[in-house]
């Protein structure tokens, strides 16, 4: 546990500088200004590491940094994602405020790798306090003379900014949020062109979680297969848990690929008040909903999930007992996509209204025996039809929900109240 | 060339060809609404999706390239899916309401909803409705059609060049509005109009007046400048009822302006003249058109043909008319011996008159480096021509200007700000510059010149460029060095081996110099005719006070009772009335078939596309009968293509002119130049009322600097020749700059 | 309409994109205008701004009405921005909220009478293992009880 973002979690301020540089940070970056790395070998590195990107999507690192046209004239750019809004989701907030140097010693690699020589993080507008951490770590290491132009008299230079977001969930996704960085609203643009090809302001870019920047130091300072045999087959190293909802302890965790999910659940202390596991979100809130049996039997890494029928997501684990009503937990994550949807597609833009309506009036007791087959129907007919993947997150929920607990919407809609609340 | 696959047909495509592309090349309807073949891609609406093989999901044909061996369906079960549902999405929140849309019967939704849309009705939550909104006098909003597709952004932003409409809100919410208190300003923004897939935006002048069905649709040319731009008449019963724009990538590409669309307002305004009236004593009399005609034969013979004086007979013509107009007026007067006869009713001084050739194509314009704009705001005096220089600016062009005020392009300009009388010098400067940088002699005129430093920037922007045009605006036609500031553009056009654009003539004038609208060495040109004594005038679309520069003596000789007017007008006129003897209706713009003769010298005919109010009558016609009675030979002419083949087959006229260059400076203490504001240059558009009532119809100004306006003691409440004084840092010394909706009042200049 | 102190820090954003690309600015400088403005944007300081960075106004427009962090209606000196997403609502956020309103008097969305304090209904906020949870300001608070809100809100001054 707490091995690789976490590592400095309990000492005294584990953010600052010191820290960091006690346990062996910006030794890779220094190494690098010294000349002694080539962008190939540290793409190898994380090739070998197994390191797959932490903001969702699972995509491998070093595989993507090998996409972008390093020797390619012109500005490149390297982008952290620190937009984190997924529901269930607040490990990079921790990662932020707790280890901001990894994050830009993560970020500094890539530059290096990807002759990428500016950088922004987007660090979504409420995290004020991870912000001020960010920008004090920025502040510290353009003392000490780790970024900047020529650092150290070096041929490399990296100027990293922090971008704050100003409310709006989609601004995670990454090529909304380059929209964002250039100052205009957070609207997903279609592929391709993509980022590697057309970025910000028009140039080659590569956008990377906050915890897939953060591991990158240790992976490069201990070796790639070290972070490897750290997880399972392919899903190397560790991994950021956020565990919330009805467990003892909620908490983020930072444990091994591959821990079965009743470990991780009695890390965070068992299910509060001792009362029965009913269901789990594995992944954050657009991932498919699991039912206690299945989840329990489950590994957290990507095969283990993806096993058990939903996605590893962002890690979000969301645990739900037996007093949850599941109804009532669909219509808030409908509600959350109907109000996040950028509007720019038409499948999104009028089927997540369109699904959230359906289901606040079962809420209301006024819901209609074929209202079930509608949402699934609406639900089929965004999937897969919008522009980015916020239409498929609103409509995974809704069709896991309605697969595993069918029959409480069916209770609801014909009793006009919840089964489980009354 | 790749080799693609779509419904099982095999294609040819071209790399970096989107597949909506080569659907639409091959006739393979894809639905789509969002995707506009002159806009960037938005991939938004969904509506194009189809299934490519290989692809876990459908694929958007706007935005996904072709690749080789790619195989498509377009109607396959998943295809078919996939269009479905999104159209079942665009409707649920639509209101539904065709029956009495605008849209109803041309809307692109309703098109494809009849195609795809099965089962709408199993949304039962409620519409979305938007409070309607008002954007300006020519644009109608109804934004509850609206289906975000946000064509009419892109056109803003990506060819207007100015971003008004945009989408606020996000989600469901997303909506299409402008945010400037005044609306949507924009001199093309009526493509808005055309643009737009749905009844969400429509033309206001014409609103709830039809359904398109009932309308016929006939091709035409815009005549208010010299683009000639292509579009279509719609009519009812005898009316035209819009304006759309046409295709023609060579001319107007598919927008038209604003002042090409909605001049046809003015159309049926009560003004227009409907009757042949003749005076008698004093006094307007409705007569029949023989009597009339008559009346008119009866005049011109007593007054010159039968005194044998036709040199005391004159034939004035707007540049509004038609090439065939043109000619047969020409050929009625010198048929008669006459050769007096010209256009150019609005130059101070013919010996000073610019000849420049226009050499360059429309659709070259914006595949030029480097273009010099000299005395004109030419986004708002020829917004087409305007539209293509954007387009070069973007594609990395330089333009720069030179102007006496500084004006808001809507692109990036490197403007120069020089007084009236220091426009030659500066050009000299430029040509100095080219003379010694070639291996020619100085000319004596360029001695003591010596090149300011922009004249120095712009040489070598000029030689430093592939492509240049030097374009030469209205601003210059009354400068008392135009004709030397003419003939130095044409100097440096060969030194520095640039086109030329000569945008200081308008509307049909190419066309009037096609058919020779102007005296030879024996004939008097206007302002000859106004000092003259004259006996007998035959006027053709000709408005006094807005169209002679020199008012005052025009008055004096047409009011003059001894001289006997022949008018044609389409409107009717207060000095018009009180200087003829017989007033004759002539049909006006689409009301007559006639050509346009355009700045490429390329002759667009067009056909009436509805026919002429009350009594009124194309003057071709009109031209014809009058030379009829008149005995004279050759107007058997049956219809106006005849009219047209003659002129074909006559050459066009080859003047001489100066080209002497003199550098002596104007010693005027404050230069004026005077323009009719943009939508205020003929009389059609002087009708059109949702026009004028447009923020740019609006502008009425005398722009004046601080320190000119002090000198003048002028201050922002004054008006300067009866127009409201605007004191603005933007302008050069000792001018003023007038851009007016109202009569010219040059009489004190 | 926009404070030289506001341009100073609006500046110092500037600074941080390629040049030209000061438009990129925008949403900071929309933050910082709003705060000077009892917390609320209008249509003058919108267009101020898009001024100010040289953009279109309906360009800043959009962005104004994109992110949910800008006020177009007034507000309170401190909103109390409450989550009601999933890991919230799983640890009694609505009776929370319900609480809060009873307590304050107004409904989310509405202000107090003393305009001191309004309550607004958000998504996650990105702290879900400290649910339930709400913002007031740069703050986070995080495993809300009832007496813990009593607290805080009776702090608000
Ligand atoms: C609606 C939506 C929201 C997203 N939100 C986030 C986010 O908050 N943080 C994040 O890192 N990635 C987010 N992503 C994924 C990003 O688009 C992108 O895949 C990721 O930042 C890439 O980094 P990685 O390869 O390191 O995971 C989101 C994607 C979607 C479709
Ligand atoms: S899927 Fe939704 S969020 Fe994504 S681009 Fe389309 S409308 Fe925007
Ligand atoms: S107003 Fe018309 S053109 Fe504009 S977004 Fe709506 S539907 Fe499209
Ligand atoms: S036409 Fe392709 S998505 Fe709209
Ligand atoms: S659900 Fe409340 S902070 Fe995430």
């Not at chain 1, 591991?215 to 190293?237: C, K, R, T, Y």
């Not at chain 2, 005194?307 to 004159?314: A, D, E, M």
Request: with cysteine; net charge negative; aromatic share 6%.
């Amino acid at each position: 546990m707490n091995e690789v973002c976490f590592k400095n979690i309990d000492k005294d301020q584990c953010w600052s500088l010191t820290t960091y540089e006690a346990s062996g940070g910006y030794s890779v970056w220094r190494k690098i200004l010294k000349g002694e790395y080539t962008p190939e070998q540290i793409i190898n590195e994380l090739k070998t590491s197994g390191l797959r990107g932490r903001g969702g999507a699972g995509f491998p690192t070093g595989l993507k940094w090998s996409f972008m046209p390093r020797n390619a004239e012109g500005q490149k750019y390297i982008v952290c994602n620190s937009d984190e809004g997924e529901p269930g989701t607040c490990k990079d907030r921790d990662i932020l405020r707790f280890n901001p140097h990894a994050v830009i010693e993560g970020m500094a690699i890539g530059s290096f790798v990807m002759d990428a020589t500016v950088g922004y993080n987007y660090i979504r507008g409420e995290f004020i306090e991870p912000f001020d951490r960010f920008e004090g770590a920025l502040k510290e290491a353009y003392e000490t003379g780790l970024l900047g132009k020529n650092i150290n008299g070096s041929e490399v230079s990296f100027d990293l900014y922090a971008h704050l977001g100003a409310g709006a969930y989609i601004c995670g996704e990454e090529t909304a949020l380059l929209e964002s960085i250039e100052g205009k609203k957070g609207q997903p643009r279609f592929k391709p062109p993509f980022p590697a090809n057309v970025g910000l302001f028009g140039k080659p870019t590569t956008i990377n979680n906050t915890e897939s920047f953060a591991s990158v130091p240790d992976i490069m300072a201990h070796g790639g297969q070290w972070f490897a045999d750290l997880g399972v087959e392919n899903s190397g190293g560790t991994k950021l848990f956020s565990v919330s909802g009805h467990v003892a302890n909620p908490a983020n965790f930072e444990v091994s690929m591959g821990m079965p999910f009743k470990d991780l659940l009695e890390l965070a202390g068992g299910m509060r008040h001792g009362a029965k596991l009913k269901a789990v979100i594995p992944g954050g809130s657009s991932t498919p909903v699991l039912t206690a049996e299945v989840a329990m039997n489950m590994t957290m890494d990507y095969d283990g999930i993806d096993k058990a029928g939903s996605m590893l997501g962002a890690g979000s684990v969301i645990v739900m007992d037996d007093s949850t009503c599941m109804v009532e937990a669909l219509t808030r994550l409908a509600h959350f996509y109907y109000d996040e949807s950028c509007g720019q597609c038409t499948p999104c833009r009028e089927g997540t209204g369109w699904l959230y309506r359906v289901l606040k009036r079962i809420m209301d007791g006024k819901g209609k025996a074929e209202d079930i087959d509608l949402l699934m129907g609406v639900q089929e007919k965004i999937m897969g039809n919008t522009i980015c993947a916020l239409g498929d997150a609103a409509a995974m929920p809704v069709e896991s929900f309605l697969r595993n607990f069918r029959d409480e919407f069916e209770y609801y809609i014909e009793h006009g109240k919840s089964m489980v609340k009354g | 060339m790749l080799e693609i696959e779509i419904d099982g047909q095999l294609v040819n495509a071209e790399p970096g060809e989107m597949v909506i592309a080569v659907t639409d090349r091959e006739g393979i309807s894809v639905p789509r609404f969002c995707y506009h073949k002159k806009l960037s891609i938005s991939a938004s609406c969904r509506m194009c999706l189809v299934d490519v093989e290989g692809a876990p999901k459908p694929q958007p044909a706007c935005s996904t390239p072709v690749a080789d061996g790619m195989k498509i369906h377009t109607q396959n079960d998943k295809a078919k899916a996939s269009q479905k549902a999104v159209m079942e999405f665009l409707l649920i929140n639509h209101p539904l309401d065709c029956p009495i849309c605008d849209q109803g019967g041309e809307c692109e939704l309703q098109d494809v909803a009849v195609d795809y849309g099965s089962d709408v009705s199993r949304f039962s939550e409620g519409k979305r409705i938007i409070a309607p909104s008002d954007i300006g006098p020519l644009i109608q909003t109804d934004m509850t059609r609206c289906i975000h597709c946000t064509r009419c952004v892109r056109f803003g932003s990506e060819i207007a060049g100015i971003m008004e409409m945009g989408g606020t809100g996000r989600g469901e919410d997303l909506k299409i509005e402008p945010f400037l208190k005044e609306g949507i300003t924009s001199e093309l923004s009526g493509n808005m109009i055309d643009v737009c897939p749905v009844g969400a935006l429509t033309s206001k002048p014409f609103r709830y007046e039809l359904r398109s069905w009932q309308m016929n649709s006939i091709n035409s040319i815009a005549r208010h400048d010299l683009v000639g731009s292509n579009l279509y008449a719609q009519t009812y019963k005898g009316n035209v009822k819009r304006l759309a724009s046409g295709d023609n990538d060579a001319v107007n590409e598919t927008w038209i302006s604003d002042r090409d669309r909605f001049s046809y307002e003015g159309l049926t305004h009560d003004n227009r003249l409907l009757a042949p009236q003749i005076k008698v004593a004093g006094q307007w009399k409705e007569v029949e058109w023989d009597v009339a005609l008559d009346f008119a034969v009866k005049g011109l013979k007593n007054n010159i043909l039968n005194s044998r004086n036709v040199q005391k007979l004159g034939g004035l013509a707007s540049a509004t008319a038609t090439t065939e107009e043109l000619h047969l007026l020409q050929k009625l007067l010198r048929e008669m011996g006459c050769e007096n006869l010209d256009y150019r009713l609005n130059i101070k001084d013919l010996d000073n008159a610019i000849h420049l050739q226009s050499n360059i194509k429309l659709a070259d314009l914006e595949h030029i480096d480097q273009a010099i704009v000299i005395g004109s705001n030419i986004r708002l005096e020829q917004p087409m021509i305007n539209h293509r220089l954007r387009k070069a600016q973007l594609a990395g062009a330089g333009i720069t200007t030179l102007n006496v005020k500084e004006f808001d392009f809507n692109y990036k300009t490197n403007d120069i700000i020089v007084a009236p009388n220091e426009i030659a010098n500066t050009l000299a400067g430029v040509l100095r510059v080219l003379v010694e940088k070639s291996a020619e002699e100085v000319p004596a005129y360029l001695l003591a010149v010596t090149p300011c430093a922009q004249a120095i920037d712009i040489a070598s922007s000029l030689l430093n460029s592939d492509k240049t045009v030097l374009i030469l605006g209205e601003h210059v036609v009354n400068n008392a060095q135009a004709a030397s500031i003419a003939n130095l553009i044409t100097e440096i056009a060969k030194l520095s081996n640039s086109l030329t654009l000569n945008l200081t003539v308008t509307a049909n004038a190419l066309g009037a110099q096609r058919v020779n609208f102007v005296p030879n060495s024996t004939g008097m040109n206007v302002n000859e005719m106004l000092a003259a004594e004259m006996r007998a005038f035959v006027l053709l679309d000709v408005y006094p006070e807005y169209d002679f520069h020199h008012l005052d003596e025009a008055l004096n000789t047409l009011l003059n009772n001894d001289v006997f007017v022949i008018s044609l007008n389409g409107f009717k006129n207060d000095l018009v009335a009180q200087y003829s003897d017989v007033m004759l209706p002539m049909a006006a713009m689409y009301e007559t078939s006639g050509t346009h003769v355009n700045i490429n010298h390329e002759m667009q005919s067009f056909s009436a596309a509805v026919g002429a109010p009350g009594e009124s009558k194309p003057a071709w016609k009109i031209l014809k009968v009058l030379a009829d009675l008149l005995e004279l030979p050759g107007f058997h002419y049956e219809n106006s293509t005849q009219v047209l083949s003659e002129v074909a087959h006559q050459m066009t006229p080859v003047h001489e002119y100066d080209t002497a260059i003199n550098l002596d400076k104007s010693t005027v203490e404050v230069e004026t130049i005077w323009t009719h504001s943009p939508y205020h240059t003929d009389a059609l558009l002087r009708h059109a009322t949702s026009l004028r009532a447009s923020k740019i119809g609006q502008i009425n100004t005398a722009s004046i600097n601080a320190a000119t306006a002090k000198s003048l003691s002028l201050s922002d409440s004054d008006t300067y020749l009866g127009v409201p004084v605007d004191i603005t840092e933007t302008m050069a010394d000792q001018c003023v700059f007038i851009s007016s909706n109202q009569a010219t009042n040059t009489g004190a200049l | 309409m926009i404070s030289d102190n506001a341009k100073k820090q609006i500046d110092s954003w500037i600074e941080k994109y390629p040049e030209g690309k000061q438009s990129s600015a925008v949403m900071e400088a929309l933050k910082i205008i709003q705060k000077e403005n009892n917390n609320q944007l209008t249509h003058d300081s919108i267009q101020a701004v898009a001024d100010y960075l040289d953009m279109p106004g309906i360009a800043a427009a959009e962005v104004a009405t994109f992110y949910e962090n800008y006020n177009h209606q007034p507000v309170g000196k401190h909103i109390i921005r409450f989550c009601h997403n999933i890991s919230c609502m799983l640890n009694g956020a609505d009776d929370l909220i319900s609480h809060l309103e009873t307590k304050l008097g107004v409904k989310t969305g509405e202000v107090t009478d003393d305009g001191l304090i309004s309550v607004k209904k958000v998504e996650c906020l990105g702290a879900c293992v400290g649910a339930p949870m709400f913002q007031i300001g740069d703050q986070y608070y995080e495993n809300l009880t009832i007496d813990k809100i009593d607290k805080i809100v009776d702090g608000l001054k």
